[in-house]
Each structure stands twice: as structure tokens, then as C-alpha cells.
């Protein structure tokens, strides 16, 4: 918990001084999808306000954002803790993710399409992989989703997708072999971006929806085993 909180308190110059709740929750936000808090971990508000410099009032505001967003839980008498996902909670993120994404592609207009952001993403899970950074590649193939979506040009979409990807990263904090959880999607992603290139939209929605489908698979099995169907551990991992 230290090295978090000291993490925490390099974070502070970011508040300015117009501190705010939800510059407090952006932060603890980002804190929670980069693994800073792994799902379970109990957060102190004295640690974290005083590491943050921001008053007890603001931070409690801040946790009920995130516990609105999905992110934290308050257990009564126990304190507010990163939430651990049961099985459900991801098999409904990525119905929202298939709702979403496969969405924005088919309501693309006429190409060319503005690819800059999403090749980049593309490029940054290569390099990751040559490097052997498996959880540097988990990330880039978030970005890549989330740059996916911005295609859409609509800050509500960027805003609610924003939320579920930070949910999913919880899921993935949990897996024990990130490689082979993200490796196979690498060369999908560079396929969905090279059909959109070519202006092939329904292919890329095609592409897309069964990578989430495979997805959806590969995370169900691990994460069954690893926690089990009700955010508990299961047998297995204990």
C-alpha cells in the first residue's frame, strides 16, 4: 500500500486548485484500471486524502462516483472496496461492448475514415508484444476498443464506453497469464483496422463481433477459475 499511496501523492500536482471530486475520481479511476488497486483491495480514505492532499468530504464524493460507475463497492461497517466482478457482471459488459462497438461501425459513413488514432493503438500492442509486455498489450487493446468507439464522434458514447472498459480492466487485473489472454486479438486488431482502410465496413463489424464473441469466451473460462461465478475464490486458485 505504500508504493500506491506514494504514486498517489505524484498525482497530486494534477489537481490544481480547482480540486474536485471528479478530478479525484478521473485519478483513483485511472489508479484502479493501471492495477494500483487490484479488485478486493480495501481503500483508506485518511491514506488516500491525505497522499492526495483533499478533504474527507471530497474523496467520499469521489467514491460514491466510482461505486456509481461500477468500480468500487461500500460494505457496511467494512469500508469501500475495489470491486471484485462475478461472472455475470463480465458476460453483461460485453454484451454492452458488442452493442456498442459493432454499432459504431455499422453507423460509419462513406470512407475514408479518420484511422489515425486507431492504427496508433494498433502499432502500441506491437511494440508491446516484440517487448514481451503482455499486460503494456492488454492496454494497447483497450485503447484500440476505445479509439474504436471514438470513431462514433459522440462524447456520450466516449463517456459510457470510458466506464466499461475501466470495468472490464478489472476483470483482467485477475487473470494469471495475460499473454495468452491478450496475444490472439493482436493480429484481429490489425485486420479490423486494415478492412476499415479498404472502406469495408461490414467486414469489419463481421471481424469485430466474433473477436468479442471469442473474447467473451476466453475471459468466461479464466475468470471462472480464477474467481468463480460469484466474485469469490474459487477452489482452484485458493
Given at each position: 500500500?505504500?508504493?500506491?499511496?506514494?504514486?498517489?501523492?505524484?498525482?497530486?500536482?494534477?489537481?490544481?486548485?480547482?480540486?474536485?471530486?471528479e478530478?479525484?475520481?478521473?485519478?483513483?479511476?485511472?489508479?484502479?484500471?493501471?492495477g494500483?488497486?487490484?479488485?478486493?483491495?480495501?481503500?483508506?480514505?485518511?491514506?488516500?486524502?491525505?497522499?492526495?492532499?483533499?478533504?474527507?468530504?471530497?474523496?467520499?464524493?469521489?467514491?460514491?462516483?466510482?461505486?456509481?460507475?461500477?468500480l468500487?463497492?461500500?460494505?457496511?461497517?467494512?469500508?469501500?472496496?475495489?470491486?471484485?466482478?462475478?461472472?455475470?457482471?463480465?458476460e453483461?459488459?460485453?454484451?454492452?461492448?458488442?452493442?456498442?462497438?459493432?454499432?459504431?461501425?455499422?453507423?460509419?459513413?462513406?470512407?475514408?475514415?479518420?484511422?489515425?488514432?486507431?492504427?496508433?493503438?494498433?502499432?502500441?500492442?506491437?511494440?508491446?508484444?516484440?517487448?514481451?509486455?503482455?499486460?503494456?498489450?492488454?492496454?494497447?487493446?483497450?485503447?484500440?476498443?476505445?479509439?474504436?468507439?471514438?470513431?462514433?464522434?459522440?462524447?456520450?458514447?466516449?463517456?459510457?464506453?470510458?466506464?466499461?472498459?475501466?470495468?472490464?480492466?478489472l476483470?483482467?487485473?485477475?487473470?494469471?497469464?495475460?499473454?495468452?489472454?491478450?496475444?490472439?486479438?493482436?493480429?484481429?486488431?490489425?485486420?479490423?483496422?486494415q478492412?476499415?482502410e479498404?472502406g469495408?465496413?461490414?467486414?469489419a463489424?463481421?471481424?469485430?463481433?466474433?473477436?468479442?464473441?471469442?473474447?467473451?469466451?476466453?475471459?468466461?473460462?479464466?475468470?471462472?477459475?480464477?474467481?468463480?461465478?460469484?466474485?469469490?475464490?474459487?477452489?482452484?486458485?485458493?
Open positions: 500500500m505504500a508504493e500506491q499511496l506514494t504514486g498517489l501523492a505524484d498525482d497530486r500536482a494534477l489537481l490544481g486548485r480547482t480540486s474536485t471530486a478530478r479525484v475520481s478521473d485519478i483513483l479511476r485511472s489508479r484502479i484500471a493501471e494500483y488497486f487490484p479488485p478486493g483491495t480495501r481503500l483508506s480514505e485518511d491514506s488516500i486524502g491525505g497522499a492526495l492532499g483533499v478533504s474527507r468530504n471530497t474523496l467520499r464524493e469521489a467514491f460514491r462516483l466510482l461505486t456509481h460507475e461500477r468500487l463497492v461500500h460494505e457496511l461497517n467494512r469500508g469501500v472496496f475495489v470491486r471484485v466482478l462475478t461472472v455475470d457482471d463480465v453483461d459488459i460485453y454484451r454492452t461492448r458488442r452493442l456498442v462497438e459493432c454499432a459504431v461501425v455499422r453507423g460509419l459513413g462513406e470512407p475514408p475514415y479518420a484511422l489515425d488514432r486507431l492504427a496508433s493503438a494498433v502499432a502500441e500492442g506491437e511494440r508491446a508484444a516484440v517487448e514481451n509486455d503482455w499486460k503494456g498489450l492488454g492496454t494497447a487493446n483497450i485503447h484500440f476498443h476505445r479509439e474504436l468507439v471514438a470513431l462514433a464522434e459522440s462524447d456520450r458514447t466516449d463517456e459510457l464506453m470510458r466506464s466499461v472498459f475501466a470495468e472490464l480492466r476483470a483482467f487485473h485477475v487473470v494469471d497469464d495475460p499473454r495468452r489472454l491478450h496475444e490472439p486479438y493482436l493480429a484481429r486488431n490489425r485486420q479490423i483496422l478492412a476499415l479498404t469495408a465496413k461490414d467486414e463489424e463481421r471481424l469485430l463481433a466474433v473477436y468479442l464473441d471469442d473474447s467473451l469466451a476466453r475471459v468466461v473460462e479464466v475468470y471462472r477459475r480464477r474467481v468463480g461465478e460469484d466474485g469469490q475464490p474459487s477452489a482452484a486458485s485458493a
